[in-house]
């Protein structure tokens, strides 16, 4: 609703789009209250919300505050055009694009990444300034802070809501895509909440996705391999953690547990991601996550494809990460001797050393290798480095088992 | 680029004789006809005006209705661009009303200031 309100005011008038829809559900709570709610709650408030606009654009027809000077929007200014353009403007099919839209318009490249999910949490998917702060476990006056930051910068650069033209939609969409999983992320793996997993943010970003497969321009293959991923990850959440919230690696993780249903989504997606010519990292990321879900057990897991997959995903992007992964894959598959070698690579990134998971690695390998000692050091160098209360007592956990 | 007023007469009386979905329809045909106009630039402004009115007569008497009524009531206006007086004209034959009971168009020119 938002999204058709902003384009009907334009991204320089949010706020007002806002209020709108503000106005509208409270006129809804109120009227429903006596009168019940209405057979399709959804009709009224868009009727609501669409007296409440036409309202709005006739007070404002002479103001400079709404730019009418696009064609279609000029047709607002006109008794005659005025409702059935307004009409037009919420017609179902128009709302899915406005939609889609509005998510293009949050994720321009020159927003940064922070600001466009921070944007999104708020204006698409609904979510309060305190919500969102909650989210990133930061204040409420840093997201309005960058909420701020972000209106004002459609304000500058009048930015319209729009699904790209066919050139750039696949530029556009890789924005659209990293923010998503970005999102997704930080609701499987949340590294600003107490919460380990937070199955709010992961079913945002599962929508968003979804409603990009909803509209033919946005099926791009991937756009589909990403929600493979997505629901490969998915399916495997409530075997993550165990009653109290601890974390289960996957080699103790339940398979039992494991969705079935999201595991079959997730393959007819990654089939349909079949397509063109481009082989993402979503693709492959999606591969490996099948790899895992495919297998009965843990023993039963197919490294060496996995590590195939692996490789061309290094191919693509010489990812310090992605590399830290093939690892652990090569530990797997050639023992803690060959890992060692092949850490050795990238033991003086700097971004790696930062990363907990990195000297968590280093920790396995070296507890394998029986050098206990070496281990425990590592472990305690990744405790100090992860924020998460969870990965911290697995941690723990793990130096405790070596020690007895 | 000249300015030209359409001046839209009759096509009151059909209209409240019609359902409220016949109703819409025929304004989206408005819509579709001024949208063309505006896609290319020519459009201005326009506005319908409702059949009740008063008029005041050069004696100061005050007429509690428009001066002409029924057929010859002016419903409408709309204010366009265009390169000539043919060219609105060309406009103006699309004009949607004629579909009901429109009577006339009336193309004018609006006094160029100099």
Redesign the interface.
């Known amino acids: 609703m938002v999204s058709v309100l902003i384009k009907i005011f334009g991204t320089e008038n949010i706020e007002m789009a806002e209020d709108v829809v503000q106005d509208a559900l409270v006129k809804a709570l109120e009227t429903w209250k006596y009168r019940g709610m209405p057979d399709n709650p959804r009709a009224w408030l868009y009727r609501t919300a669409k007296n409440k606009a036409i309202d709005i654009i006739r007070r404002n027809k002479h103001s400079s505050v709404i730019d009418f000077s696009d ?2 929007k ?2 607002l ?5 005025l ?3 307004m ?2 403007y919420w017609q179902e099919e128009q709302i899915k694009d406005d939609f889609l839209g509005m998510m293009y318009a949050c994720c321009h490249p020159d927003i940064s990444q922070e600001n466009q999910i921070t944007f999104i949490l708020k204006i698409l998917c609904g979510f309060s300034t305190k919500e969102v702060a909650k989210s990133f476990l930061t204040s409420e006056d840093t997201i309005s802070k960058r909420l701020y930051r972000t209106k004002e910068y459609f304000r500058k650069h009048k930015i319209k809501p729009r699904i790209p033209a066919s050139e750039q939609i696949s530029l556009r969409t890789h924005t659209v895509l990293s923010a998503i999983y970005l999102m997704f992320n930080e609701g499987y793996n949340s590294t600003h909440n107490d919460q380990l997993i937070r199955k709010d943010l992961i079913s945002q970003a599962m929508s968003l996705c979804k409603s990009l497969l909803s509209v033919k321009r946005t099926q791009l293959p991937e756009v589909y391999a990403l929600m493979a991923l997505m629901c490969f990850h998915t399916a495997r959440i409530n075997s993550r953690l165990t009653e109290k919230g601890e974390l289960i690696l996957i080699t103790k993780q339940d398979r039992s547990k494991w969705d079935k249903e999201f595991i079959s989504s997730g393959q007819k997606y990654l089939n349909k991601a079949a397509f063109g010519k481009g082989l993402t990292t979503y693709h492959l990321e999606a591969a490996i996550a099948y790899e895992h879900c495919n297998a009965k057990e843990y023993k039963d897991t197919d490294w060496s494809k996995i590590l195939k997959y692996y490789k061309l995903l290094l191919k693509i992007g010489n990812d310090p990460i992605v590399f830290l992964n093939q690892c652990l894959v090569i530990l797997e598959l050639k023992g803690p001797k060959e890992a060692l070698i092949a850490l050795k690579n990238v033991e003086n990134n700097a971004l790696l050393k930062k990363y907990y998971v990195y000297h968590a690695t280093l920790g396995e390998i070296q507890e394998r290798l029986g050098h206990n000692t070496k281990a425990v050091k590592h472990y305690q160098k990744a405790i100090e480095l992860t924020q998460s209360k969870q990965e911290k007592q697995f941690l723990k956990d793990k130096i405790a088992h070596i020690l007895n | 680029m000249k300015e030209f007023m359409f001046l839209f007469r009759g096509g009151d009386e059909v209209w409240n004789t019609k359902s409220p979905e016949e109703q819409q329809e025929h304004m989206q045909h408005w819509q579709q006809w001024i949208e063309g106009i505006a896609q290319q630039d020519k459009f201005i402004s326009g506005e319908r005006l409702h059949y009740y009115g008063n008029t005041v007569m050069n004696d100061g008497k005050v007429i509690d209705r428009p001066l002409t009524e029924g057929k010859e009531l002016v419903g409408g206006y709309l204010r366009i661009k265009a390169d000539s007086l043919n060219e609105a004209t060309e406009i103006a034959k699309g004009c949607p009303g004629f579909e009901w009971d429109s009577k006339a168009v009336e193309v004018r020119e609006i006094w160029p200031e100099k």
């Not at chain 1, 200014?77 to 055009?81: K, N, P």
């Open positions: 064609p279609q000029q047709l200014t006109s008794g005659y055009t409702t059935t353009t009409n037009n």
